[in-house]
């Protein structure tokens, strides 16, 4: 004690290399145990930013042998001296998290300000589909209402009952409602913010959470004004003044944070201020919350599928290396073992993810007024029914077979070769999908035959 430990790194400096070996405490199993599990971190840690930069770098559909190539030699340069056992662990923890991710979102508003329109559209649900939140209805209820998603359980939409009352309390208000259980508060208004929406945001504030301010029937104000002023009807000025004004309002009302506002149509999500109000909840909710919420959202639009891509190409590697270092099971005929029921989950859920399987197509045709056989007709991709494991060891085998003559694969360890060879099948798998889910998008709006028209019209502008 005291200045003992100082005298000790002094005499350390001091000492030629064996004398100061001698110097040093001995070592504990618990004290070598640790310095272990650090080394494994770093190592698997460094792994997953190689495996970052190469989705970055390499476009493993022009550059297979690249790609095939540098997986093997850092997975085995990683983990031939161990740590494989402990990183798989993480990983597969890291996932079951991820899959019991819950999101509450509290939606509040007066009677008829479009809070179940809101909630259903959110939920890919028209009203008179079951399980949708009814609209139009007179709200007697004094508690909360949740409503799960179909697709994901674990996110919940809570149509709290209306702040219209005049024995309105903010703080008697959130108490009831048990603030704490929601991550983020949407406040719908249909015409104008009400003193009683501008209390509630200050208590939600004061308990520091989030909260948005949502204009809603845009679409219905913006055909009320076309049709009262037809020769000066101008769209975006209309939306401007209608932003404008409701920040002027909530200027006079918050001195620092205003909440933000957006003004949204819940019969078309892909319009006015919604992609917007999902950039700011992506922001501003923690990672694994903002996964779930994007997960989702229906396919409003191009962007939308394109992030969910993003999001689960990150999580590929992840699965492959699950599948690559627990219950790998060795293939007959090939040089290499996985768990192939793991990789048949994945793709099923990636289904889900892009709305392909049965029941979503199925919503999807009751709001697009289309014969749900229009929709599947445009799936390049096998049907959701087909996948089974024998069609995923084809796809494996598949794609080992595109692998084969890039490298000799007596040198290459049978997990990293597993890991390389499902982390390639599962990635061209999930582009697949994202292309389907967008020709599913573009049939259920029309835009396909809009398009169309478009290259007919312009084929026929050249010819003349």
Request: glycine share 4%; hydrophobic share 40%.
């Amino acid at each position: 004690m005291y200045d003992f430990p100082l005298r000790q790194r002094t005499l350390q400096d001091e000492c030629i290399d064996p004398q100061r070996h001698a110097l040093l405490p001995p070592q504990d199993p618990g004290r070598k145990m640790h310095n272990k599990m650090l080394s494994n971190k770093k190592k698997f840690l460094a792994f997953v930013e190689f495996i970052k930069s190469l989705q970055k770098n390499v476009d493993i559909k022009s550059d297979p042998a690249t790609y095939f190539n540098e997986v093997i030699k850092i997975y085995e340069k990683t983990f031939s001296d161990g740590g494989m056992k402990e990183a798989v662990f993480e990983v597969k923890e890291e996932l079951e998290v991820l899959e019991n991710t819950e999101l509450d979102i509290a939606i509040t508003g007066e009677v008829g300000s479009g809070k179940s329109s809101l909630i259903n559209a959110l939920r890919g649900l028209k009203a008179e589909d079951d399980g949708a939140a009814p609209v139009g209805v007179t709200e007697t209820t004094l508690n909360p209402n949740a409503y799960s998603h179909p697709d994901y359980p674990k996110v919940k939409f809570w149509d709290l009952p209306g702040i219209g009352s005049p024995n309105f309390s903010p703080d008697s208000y959130l108490k009831k409602m048990d603030f704490p259980r929601y991550d983020f508060f949407i406040i719908v208004g249909s015409e104008r913010f009400q003193s009683n929406h501008i209390d509630l945001a200050h208590a939600i504030q004061k308990m520091e959470k989030k909260c948005y301010f949502v204009r809603s029937k845009v679409d219905s104000d913006l055909y009320n004004m076309e049709r009262s002023y037809p020769k000066t009807f101008n769209e975006e000025e209309v939306l401007e003044k209608m932003t404008n004004d409701v920040k002027k309002q909530l200027r006079k009302c918050f001195r620092n944070t205003i909440p933000q506002v957006f003004l949204i149509s819940s019969r078309d999500l892909g319009k006015y201020d919604f992609p917007r109000l999902v950039e700011t909840l992506e922001k501003d909710l923690p990672s694994l919350k903002r996964l779930a919420f994007l997960l989702s959202l229906p396919n409003f639009s191009s962007e939308v599928i394109e992030k969910k891509k993003s999001a689960l190409k990150s999580h590929i590697w992840k699965i492959s290396l699950v599948s690559a270092g627990i219950n790998a099971i060795p293939l007959p005929g090939l040089p290499l073992a996985c768990d192939v029921a793991l990789l048949l989950v994945s793709m099923v859920a990636f289904y889900k993810r892009f709305e392909l399987d049965d029941g979503s197509l199925a919503r999807l045709a009751r709001l697009a007024r289309k014969p749900v056989e229009e929709l599947k007709a445009v799936i390049k991709s096998p049907q959701r029914k087909e996948i089974t494991l024998d069609l995923v060891v084809k796809k494996i085998f598949h794609t080992l077979q595109c692998f084969l003559p890039v490298s000799p694969v007596r040198s290459l360890a049978s997990a990293g070769l597993s890991f390389a060879t499902t982390y390639w099948m599962l990635s061209r798998f999930l582009g697949n999908l994202a292309e389907d889910a967008e020709r599913v998008r573009k049939k259920a709006l029309g835009l396909e035959e809009c398009e169309a028209e478009h290259l007919r019209a312009k084929q026929n502008w050249h010819k003349t």
